[in-house]
């Protein structure tokens, strides 16, 4: 089959709503908040726990660079985050600037500004998106992956980053 056949009956295919959204939004959030969608969605994950629920991050404020010779300088993170989950935050900040840091892949924060609000937790009001499954080839190679992990926590947190993994690697092939 040649490839503008191949183009033209791909291109009329349903797509999620969320891909849609994203492919619109990205470029919006960068623009107005210098982060990505990424951070967003993997806020929970990347803070952990209750503060991961009641907290999220609003705008990466990066420092002013008078020409295009002058040295990087890390960014402040804009967090919102519920009044009596701050002094939390406030305790755990170098861990989660690691964190922060880590899932970015370079130092990109400094330092994280904190601003009380009420911070709605849009998770059990938004429907999961639909994931699909991993085959039973996939699921047994992640089995035995992860066969010798005690902590059960840390099990299915790495459950999820795996089969995250591993259909990103089929829908690339």
Avoid at 40 to 65: F, M, Y
Avoid at 70 to 87: E, R, W
Avoid at 132 to 161: M, T, V, W
């Amino acid at each position: 089959m040649n490839q503008s056949k191949k183009f033209r009956r791909n291109r009329h295919r349903a797509r999620p709503l969320s891909e849609v959204v994203s492919g619109v939004l990205e470029p919006i959030l960068a623009k107005r908040a210098g982060m990505t969608m990424e951070l967003t969605n993997a806020w929970p994950d990347i803070i952990g726990g209750t503060l991961g629920k009641h907290s999220r991050p609003e705008k990466i404020v990066w420092p002013r660079r008078i020409s295009d010779d002058d040295p990087f300088k890390a960014a402040t993170l804009n967090v919102a985050c519920d009044g009596a989950h701050a002094i939390f935050l406030q305790h755990e900040m170098d861990a989660i600037l690691e964190r922060i840091n880590t899932f970015l892949g370079f130092a990109a924060i400094a330092r994280i500004k904190i601003f009380q609000k009420p911070v709605a937790d849009l998770s059990k009001d938004v429907p999961q998106t639909i994931q699909p499954e991993l085959n039973n080839s996939e699921k047994q190679r992640l089995s035995d992956i992860l066969g010798d992990i005690e902590d059960e926590e840390l099990r299915a947190k790495l459950a999820k980053l795996g089969q995250g993994i591993l259909l990103r690697q089929r829908k690339s092939k």
